[in-house]
C-alpha cells in the first residue's frame, strides 16, 4: 500500500519559516507528479502546490505564491514545501498527496502559526 | 478560477436509505485528452480524507459499490445507494482539469 509521511509541522511567529516533508514510498515516486493541500481548523480543503515528475513545474495557489515553494528530491523519495513570511492565515494540517489528483494523501502535519 | 458548489451542505440520513450529493461547478471539466477530471473525497472524522471517486464515474481501489457517480459537463452527482453508519463525514468533489484545483465546500453526511 502506498505510504505518504509529512512531517516538519509546528508553531512558529507570523513572519517566520517553516520546511515541511513528505516520505513516499511503495510506489516509484519519480513516476508521479505530487501535490500539496491543506485544511485551516474546522474548514474545507484547499488545494496549495503541486510540482511535475522532474520537477522542472510547478503550480501554486495564489495565496502562497511567492511565499512558499515546492521541491522534490527523487533520489530520496521525498516532496517538500519551503514555508516562508508565514501569516496566521496559513495555520492549517497540511497534507501531500500523490498526483495532481490526489489518488493517496498522508497524515498530515499540523502548522500553528501564532505569536 | 473554476468554483465547485456543493449541495447540500448537511445531509442527515436513515441507515439503510439512499444519499446524494450534488455537485456544479462555474466550467466544463473536459482535460484536452477527452477525459473529464472530477473527483469525490470523503474525510471520516479525525481521518485524512480518501478518494473515492475519480474522473466522474470511476470508484477506486476498496471503495464499496454502494458509492457511485455521475454527471457530465457541470453537473455531477455521487450517490450512496444504501447509507451505513460507517460513511458518516464530510464528502467533497474536487476539479483536476483547470489550475487551480479547486474543491467544493464539503456536504456533511449524518446519520438521523
Known amino acids: 500500500e502506498v505510504q505518504l509521511l509529512e512531517s516538519g509541522g509546528g508553531l512558529v511567529q507570523p513572519g517566520g519559516s517553516l520546511r515541511l516533508s513528505c516520505a513516499a514510498s511503495?510506489?516509484?515516486?519519480?513516476?508521479?507528479?505530487m501535490s500539496w493541500v491543506r485544511q485551516a481548523p474546522g474548514k474545507g480543503l484547499e488545494w496549495v502546490s503541486t510540482?511535475?515528475?522532474?520537477?522542472?513545474?510547478?503550480w501554486y495557489a495564489d495565496s502562497v505564491k511567492g511565499r512558499f515553494t515546492i521541491s522534490r528530491d527523487n533520489s530520496k523519495n521525498t516532496l517538500y514545501m519551503q514555508m516562508n513570511s508565514l501569516r496566521a492565515e496559513d495555520t492549517a494540517v497540511y497534507y501531500c498527496?500523490?498526483?495532481?489528483?490526489?489518488?493517496?494523501w498522508g497524515q498530515g502535519t499540523l502548522v500553528t502559526v501564532s505569536s | 478560477d473554476v468554483v465547485m458548489t456543493q449541495s447540500p451542505l448537511s445531509l442527515p440520513v436513515t441507515v439503510g436509505q439512499p444519499a446524494s450529493i450534488s455537485c456544479r461547478s462555474s466550467?466544463?471539466?473536459?482535460?484536452?485528452?477527452?477525459?473529464?477530471?472530477l473527483n469525490w473525497f470523503q474525510q471520516r472524522p479525525g481521518q485524512s480524507p480518501r478518494r473515492l471517486i475519480y474522473?466522474?464515474?470511476n470508484r477506486d481501489s476498496g471503495v464499496p459499490d454502494r458509492f457511485s457517480g455521475s454527471g457530465s459537463g457541470t453537473d455531477f452527482t455521487l450517490k450512496i445507494s444504501r447509507v451505513e453508519a460507517e460513511d458518516v463525514g464530510v464528502y467533497y468533489c474536487?476539479?483536476?482539469?483547470?489550475?487551480?484545483?479547486?474543491f467544493g465546500q464539503g456536504t456533511k453526511v449524518e446519520i438521523k
Open positions: 498527496g500523490r498526483s495532481g489528483q490526489f489518488d493517496y
Open positions: 511503495r510506489f516509484t515516486f519519480s513516476n508521479y507528479a
Open positions: 510540482i511535475s515528475v522532474d520537477g522542472g513545474t510547478t
Open positions: 466550467r466544463g471539466l473536459v482535460f484536452s485528452d477527452g477525459d473529464t477530471y
Open positions: 474522473k466522474v464515474s
Open positions: 474536487m476539479q483536476g482539469a483547470h489550475w487551480p484545483r479547486t
